[in-house]
T-cell receptor, first 111, second 112 residues
Framework: GQNIDQPTEMTATEGAIVQINCTYQ??????LFWYQQHAGEAPTFLSY????GLEEKGRFSSFLSRSKGYSYLLLKELQMKDSASYLC????????????FGAGTRLAVHP | DAEITQSPRHKITETGRQVTLACHQT?????MFWYRQDLGHGLRLIHY???????NKGEVSDGYSVSRSNTEDLPLTLESAASSQTSVYFC???????????FGQGTRLTVV
């Protein structure tokens, strides 16, 4: 299989920093995406990592270690509107590239 | 502006009926995907297509079929709806191997 694991729920305080981890099977791995999904809405793209290292985009950063099968999404200066589910998705090759999602991490930001 | 639209947004159907969910994108993307989302499972891949006349089975394809007769559309058909297929269905499209996937707004399907 192509198991993708991430924590089910996390809570954090407004203004703080939170790190959401994701692990995946390395066989056939071809890139990793993070999506944000507010309740009742469609997922929206946050970041894409294909090489090792940190990608920074405003308050959000994403890190990838291909050898360890590990990624994290870092959210800084948390705002109430960041309360959402964060979906880790890995792309696997094998004739075709396909995007497989983890179950998502539900983040609750409190005042 | 380019977009991806799903219809209907909500549907209630009876067990055993055939149901087709529409997905239409104007991005001119080659790649299109259908997912279902259920509590505790996240998004699970049902079928995907990399171009016209190309279709492939995903993780949970049993009871579903798709066809790709043009670039813009990938309709999802439930051959004989079952209560286990009650879910929220998302269509997505992307361009290239590492392209960002754009999602439709979802279709909430209830099978009674």
């Amino acid at each position: 299989g192509q198991n993708i694991d991430q924590p089910t729920e996390m809570t954090a305080t407004e203004g703080a920093i939170v790190q959401i981890n994701c692990t995946y099977q390395t066989s056939g791995f071809n890139g990793l995406f993070w999506y944000q999904q507010h309740a009742g809405e469609a997922p929206t793209f946050l970041s894409y990592n294909v090489l090792d290292g940190l990608e920074e985009k405003g308050r959000f950063s994403s890190f990838l270690s291909r050898s360890k099968g590990y990624s994290y999404l870092l959210l800084k200066e948390l705002q109430m509107k960041d309360s959402a589910s964060y979906l880790c998705a890995a792309m696997f090759s094998g004739g075709y590239n396909k995007l497989i999602f983890g179950a998502g991490t539900r983040l609750a930001v409190h005042p | 502006d380019a977009e991806i639209t799903q219809s209907p947004r909500h549907k209630i159907t009876e067990t055993g009926r055939q149901v087709t969910l529409a997905c239409h994108q104007t991005w001119n993307h080659n790649n299109m995907f259908w997912y279902r989302q259920d509590l505790g499972h996240g998004l699970r891949l049902i079928h995907y297509s990399y171009g016209v006349q190309d279709t492939n089975k995903g993780e949970v394809s049993d009871g579903y079929s798709v066809s790709r007769s043009n670039t813009e559309d990938l309709p999802l058909t439930l051959e004989s709806a079952a209560s286990s297929q009650t879910s929220v269905y998302f269509c997505a499209s992307s361009e290239g191997a590492g392209g960002e996937a754009f999602f439709g707004q979802g279709t909430r399907l209830t099978v009674v």
